[in-house]
Structures are given as structure tokens and as C-alpha cells.
């Protein structure tokens, strides 16, 4: 079964740094264009990172951009996004997705599996 | 930044009803605009990609049409699980874009 698990999600003060993480099952990390997604609390979706599949090119929002760095393991088959500098509106749940189409970094077909999500609250 | 604006952001319909949400964009997409469903507590649910691409598995009561910058997803007759929050993504260009919402409640 194709599943991604997010972990991590903590109450941290505002400044502080943060990794939280996305294991993968049943697919490659390294073959799919992977993602992280946020949502605030009865609030909308934000994009928050991409990472593609074959150069590991990664792009940001800009909200996050200098501030959160999205990596993969291949070994571990597993997702993360680094967070530094936190600031209470980076409060949220992060949700992982991966894109639909392997081998494929154009966005085209969608982001059809996705996470459960890990909450992190930025709160002094 | 593309900006992708939804109409109505919140709309109250029947079971039975035929309902279409609109969704633009700032700039053209071309026809790289997903459609995701969301239900309280959950993650989002692929509908749509490709602007009219119906994902696997997803009833055929749903579809989507549009090019450009213009788009819409209809749901031809609503059913009970259909209540929830409906998102339009653009995935053209970076920094890839949601839209606000629409909720859709029972009326």
C-alpha cells in the first residue's frame, strides 16, 4: 500500500528550529516529485515546498523561502523539511504529498497521496 | 506569484442538486489546475488534474473543464458524502498556489 506517515510536529517557541519528517511505504521518494503542504487551523491550504524528482531542485514559498529547507533520504525513503526561525504564523499542520507521475517534476498530474499530517505550534 | 481566487466561497445545496464551483486564476495555468476535496479532520483527496482529468476512483458525478485561467468543477447530482471543503491548485508554475476554499453544506 502506498502510505506516507508525517512525525515530528512539536510545540516550539518562536525562533526555534524544527525538523519534521515523512516516511514513505509501498513507492521510491527518489522516483516521485515530492511536497509539503500546510494548513492553519480552519484555514485554507498553502504550498509550502517541492523537491523534484531526478536533480533534487527544490522551490518555496515565499512566506518560508530562506527560512525552511525541504530534503530527502533515498536510504530511509523519507521526506523532511527542515524549519528555522519559527514565528507563530508558521503554526500549522504539515502535510507531506507526493505527485502523482512517476519520473515526472511538471506538476501536470497532481498530488494524489498524501499524509495524515503532524501539527507544530509555535507558541513562547 | 499566481493567484487563484474561488467563487462562492461558500454555497448551501441539496442532495440531488447539480452544483459548480469557479475558479481562477491571476495568469494563465495552462491546464495545470487540480481540484482537491477536503472533510473535517482529514487530508485532501485528488478529484481532478489536468483541469479535467478525473482521478481514479472518484465517482463520475464529478468533472472539470478549463484552460487558461478560467475553470470550473461541477458535481452533477450531490450526494451525502459530498459536503466538504473543495480547493483549486495551480501546479503551473512556482510558487504553486491554492485557492481559498469552497464549503459546501448542507442546505
Known amino acids: 500500500e502506498v502510505q506516507l506517515v508525517e512525525s515530528g510536529g512539536v510545540v516550539i517557541q518562536p525562533g526555534g528550529s524544527l525538523r519534521v519528517s515523512c516516511a514513505a511505504s509501498?513507492?521510491?521518494?527518489?522516483?516521485?516529485?515530492m511536497h509539503w503542504v500546510r494548513q492553519v487551523p480552519g484555514k485554507g491550504l498553502e504550498w509550502v515546498s517541492r523537491?523534484?524528482?531526478?536533480?533534487?531542485?527544490?522551490y518555496y514559498g515565499d512566506s518560508v523561502k530562506g527560512r525552511f529547507t525541504i530534503s530527502r533520504d533515498n536510504i530511509k525513503n523519507s521526506l523532511y523539511l527542515q524549519m528555522n526561525s519559527l514565528r507563530t504564523e508558521d503554526t500549522a499542520f504539515y502535510y507531506c504529498?507526493?505527485?502523482?507521475?512517476?519520473?515526472?517534476?511538471?506538476?501536470?498530474?497532481?498530488?494524489?497521496?498524501w499524509g495524515q499530517g503532524t501539527t507544530v505550534t509555535v507558541s513562547s | 506569484d499566481i493567484q487563484m481566487t474561488q467563487s462562492p466561497l461558500s454555497l448551501s445545496a441539496s442532495v440531488g442538486d447539480r452544483v459548480t464551483f469557479t475558479c481562477r486564476a491571476s495568469?494563465?495555468?495552462?491546464?495545470?489546475v487540480s481540484w482537491y476535496q477536503q472533510k473535517p479532520g482529514k487530508a485532501p483527496k485528488l478529484l481532478i488534474f489536468?483541469?479535467?482529468s478525473l482521478q481514479g476512483a472518484v465517482p463520475s458525478r464529478f468533472s472539470g473543464s478549463g484552460y487558461g485561467t478560467d475553470f470550473t468543477l461541477t458535481i452533477s447530482s450531490l450526494q451525502p458524502e459530498d459536503f466538504a471543503t473543495y480547493y483549486c491548485?495551480?501546479?503551473?508554475?512556482?510558487?504553486?498556489?491554492f485557492g481559498p476554499g469552497t464549503n459546501l453544506e448542507i442546505k
Open positions: 523537491i523534484t524528482w531526478n536533480d533534487d531542485n527544490t
Open positions: 495568469q494563465t495555468v495552462s491546464a495545470y
Open positions: 491548485h495551480q501546479s503551473y508554475s512556482t510558487p504553486y498556489t
Open positions: 509501498g513507492f521510491n521518494v527518489d522516483d516521485y516529485t
Open positions: 489536468a483541469a479535467s
Open positions: 504529498a507526493k505527485d502523482q507521475n512517476q519520473y515526472d517534476s511538471s506538476g501536470y498530474w497532481g498530488m494524489d497521496v
